[in-house]
C-alpha cells in the first residue's frame, strides 16, 4: 500500500499500513482549524508488530552492513529529502504550524545536514586501542538494537532526524512516533528511506496516542534503547517504563531558559537575538529564551527595543514566505499559552506587547494565532517567569549583579541552556561556568554545531547527543583483548 500524501500512514515491515484495528484520529491544521486528513490510531499490538520486523531486520543482513556501506545510504537518504525540499516544507508547515518559509531555510536543511553528518562521522571515527606488555586490547562498537525513538511535535523532521540518523549510522533498527499532531513528515520520511534502499523492518513508523503507542514501546522487552523528546512529566514515565529492563535512555525534556543581557552587551545585537530566542517558531523551541534578565541599567532600553521587535513580527498565514509567526500547534496549546498570559496579568505583570488574538482574514480567523507577547514587571519567581509555557510569551526581569543573574538564572527546576550578552570576555567565561545547564551561547542564540553534546540537566533531562555522544548512546562498545 502506497502513501497518499494525505493522511499519514504507519509504515512496518517495508510496507505502509493502516493501524490493526483500523482506527484513526483526525489531522488539523492550526491556522484554520479545518481537517487535513486520518492518522491511524495504533495499539500495542502495532507495537509488537513493529518490533518484531525491526528486530528480525536487525539479524538479516543489515546487521552485517559495513560503516562504509550505511554511510553512504544515509548520504542518499539525504538528497532524496534535499530534491523534495519544498514538498517537505509545505506538510511540516500545514501539520505544525510554523512559517513555510522557517521549514524551508532551518528545519528540512537540518535534516538533510543530520543525515550528511553522521555519514561522515562514521565513516571516519577511530576506535582506540590499549597496549600491555603481553597484550593488545582494542575497542569496537556494535548496534544496540532495536531503538524506540519518540519525538515532539514543534520540530517534527528536524528531532526525528536527529535520532534516526546516528541510530541507523551505528547499524541498529527502529521503531519511530511522531506526534500525533505533526505525523505527516514521518511519513515522507519512512519512504524515502525505503526508496534510499534500507532494508525491509529497518525503519517502522507508527503514529497514535502516546500511553497507547509511547509507553508500549518504552516497555517492550525486545526494545534496547530509548531516545525521548517531549515533554518534563511524560519523560517521568519514559523513565520509569524503560528503568527495569535496563534501557540506554536519553531524555531531552522542557526548559525555562534564560537570557542574560549586561550592560556592557552590544544592546541592538542583544535586543534583536533575544527576541529571535522568545518568537522563533512561535516560541515552541525547547531552547527558546523565555526569560530575559536584563542589568538595571539598561532595562528600559532593552524592554523598549524589544517591544518595538515584537511589534514589528509579521503574525498570520504559515503559507505566506513573508510571515514571521504562524500558528501555535493546537487549539488546547493555543488555550495553555493564553492560559498564561492571563496569570501574568493575574500575578501583577504589565503586558508591554502581544497577549491578543490577532484579526486575521477568511479560514485564518479559526487558526490558534497569538501576538508575540511580552510582559513586564512580574517577580522572577513567580509562576509565569518559572514554568514553561512554550509559546511566543517572554518576561522582562532587571538585576543589579553578576551574582544576582547567575542567581536567578540557575532559580528553576530545568537546566537546558542559556544565553548571554556581554563585551567582557572573562565575564562571559565566568558566569557560563556558573550557569547549571547543559548548552550556554554567548552573544549568540542557537548557533549549533553538530559535533558538540546536546541536552540538559536538573528536570531537562538525561544524557547527550550530537556528534561522539550520538555515537557513542546508539551502539555498545567491546573490549577485545589479545594476548601476545
Not at 94 to 102: A, F, I, R, S, T
Not at 289 to 307: F, K, W
Not at 345 to 361: D, F, M
Request: hydrophobic share 45%.
Amino acid at each position: 500500500m502506497s502513501w497518499d500524501g494525505i493522511n499519514a500512514r504507519n509504515f512496518v515491515g517495508g510496507r505502509f499500513v493502516d493501524a490493526s484495528g483500523g482506527e484513526t484520529l483526525t489531522n488539523v491544521n492550526p491556522a484554520s482549524g479545518e481537517l487535513i486528513g486520518s492518522i491511524p490510531r495504533s495499539r500495542s499490538a502495532d507495537v509488537d508488530a513493529a518490533v518484531a520486523a525491526a528486530k528480525a531486520a536487525g539479524q538479516g543482513p543489515w546487521g552485517r552492513t559495513s560503516a562504509v556501506e550505511r554511510a553512504a545510504l544515509l548520504d542518499r537518504v539525504a538528497c532524496l529529502i534535499e530534491s523534495r525540499l519544498e514538498a517537505f516544507a509545505i506538510v511540516e508547515s500545514e501539520d505544525q504550524g510554523k512559517p513555510v518559509g522557517l521549514a524551508s531555510r532551518v528545519d528540512i536543511p537540518r535534516a538533510v545536514a543530520n543525515f550528511r553528518f553522521f555519514a561522515g562521522m562514521v565513516r571516519h571515527k577511530e576506535e582506540g586501542a590499549h597496549h600491555m606488555a603481553s597484550a593488545l586490547n582494542y575497542t569496537v562498537r556494535k548496534p544496540v538494537g532495536v531503538c524506540a525513538l519518540i519525538t515532539p511535535w514543534n520540530l517534527p523532521l528536524y528531532l526525528l532526524t536527529w535520532k534516526v540518523a546516528p541510530a541507523l549510522a551505528m547499524g541498529n533498527t527502529i521503531v519511530a512516533k511522531p506526534s500525533e499532531l505533526t505525523p505527516r513528515t514521518a511519513t515522507l520520511l519512512a519512504g524515502v528511506l525505503s526508496e534510499a534502499g534500507l532494508p525491509e523492518g529497518v525503519f517502522n513508523l507508527l503514529h497514535g496516542l502516546g500511553p497507547e503507542v509511547g509507553a508500549p514501546m518504552t516497555a517492550h522487552k525486545d526494545v534496547k534503547l530509548v531516545s525521548f523528546t517531549g515533554g518534563t512529566a511524560t519523560g517521568e514515565h519514559v523513565a520509569r517504563a524503560a528503568a527495569p529492563s535496563f534501557k540506554k535512555l536519553s531524555l531531552e525534556l522542557g526548559g525555562k531558559n534564560a537570557t542574560l543581557v549586561f550592560a556592557d552587551a552590544d544592546l541592538d545585537a542583544a535586543i534583536e537575538g533575544a527576541a529571535r530566542a522568545a518568537f522563533a517558531n512561535q516560541g515552541e523551541i525547547c531552547l527558546c529564551g523565555s526569560r530575559i534578565l536584563v542589568e538595571r541599567s539598561v532595562h528600559d532600553r532593552l524592554v523598549a527595543g524589544l517591544v518595538a521587535r515584537a511589534e514589528a513580527l509579521r503574525v498570520g498565514d504559515p503559507a505566506d514566505p513573508t510571515t514571521d509567526v504562524g500558528a501555535l500547534v493546537s487549539a488546547d496549546h493555543h488555550a495553555k499559552v493564553s492560559g498564561y498570559v492571563a496569570l501574568a496579568r493575574a500575578e501583577g505583570g504589565t503586558i508591554a506587547a502581544g497577549g491578543q488574538v490577532p484579526e486575521l482574514p477568511g479560514a485564518l480567523q479559526g487558526g490558534n494565532f497569538l501576538r508575540p507577547t511580552v510582559v513586564t514587571g512580574l517577580p522572577a519567581t513567580c509562576r509565569t517567569a518559572t514554568e514553561e509555557i512554550f509559546g511566543p510569551v517572554v518576561t522582562v526581569h532587571p538585576f543589579d549583579t553578576e551574582a544576582e543573574a547567575i542567581e536567578l538564572a540557575n532559580g528553576v527546576r530545568y537546566g537546558l541552556a542559556s544565553s548571554l550578552w556581554t563585551s567582557d570576555l572573562k565575564r562571559a567565561h565566568r558566569v557560563s561556568q556558573a550557569l547549571d545547564v547543559g548548552m550556554v551561547w554567548v552573544n549568540t542564540w542557537l548557533l549549533r554545531d553538530l559535533r558538540v553534546p546536546f541536552g540538559g540537566v536538573k528536570d531537562s533531562g538525561v544524557g547527550r547527543e550530537g556528534g561522539k555522544w550520538s555515537v557513542e548512546f546508539y551502539s555498545e562498545a567491546k573490549n577485545v583483548c589479545i594476548a601476545l
